[in-house]
């Protein structure tokens, strides 16, 4: 039962890993891109700002170039856009995410599988080879070492999800708030 308690453990950590980086990756943004965005805007430069938008190479950034590719539209459709591609955003940096909740619920359940074998372990030696303290250790140490393991590798998994997904969310809430300033300036350059 440790073969699959190790293997729930280094997909964990991989998937924790490869996430954090995506989601570091994806939250990077040059505090100037917004000022930027709006000069070249307000000086009808479209192609420039689509062009800041790709050498950006992050998700507000994406979303952004979304909308300034619709200016001239009606802002409900700018609007439309923007969130549909932001929603697309959120998407891939929630990939995988799911694999760490399932490595949370099912590592206990190897480890309490671990305490039946245990036990089963236990009652064994105990009837083959007499109640004396080295049959019912083995059962005993079978069962405190997977119940422990499995517990330690989903707590870990459900701290893992717990801290990618506030990472998630603060980069949800700084594109929203990058398509709210976005959508606030183009409606301001209309009228």
Known sequence: LMIPLLLCSIIMVYVFVERFLAIRKATVVDPSFMGRIKDQVEGGNI???????KSGNNAIARVIEKGVSRIGKPADQI?????????LEVY???RNLSILTTIAGIAPMFGFLGTIA???ILFFNVQHQGFDINSIAG???TKMVTSATGLIIGLLAYVGYTYLNAQINKQVNRIESASVEFLDFVQDIKN
Do not use: D, V
Not at 47 to 53: K, R, V
Not at 79 to 87: A, D, L, Q, V, Y
């Open 47 to 53: 192609a420039a700002a689509i062009s800041t938008c």
């Open 79 to 87: 609007e439309k856009s923007m969130e549909n591609t932001g929603k």
């Open 139 to 141: 059962g005993i140490y």
């Open 92 to 94: 891939k940096l929630e």
């Open 118 to 120: 245990g036990m089963i």
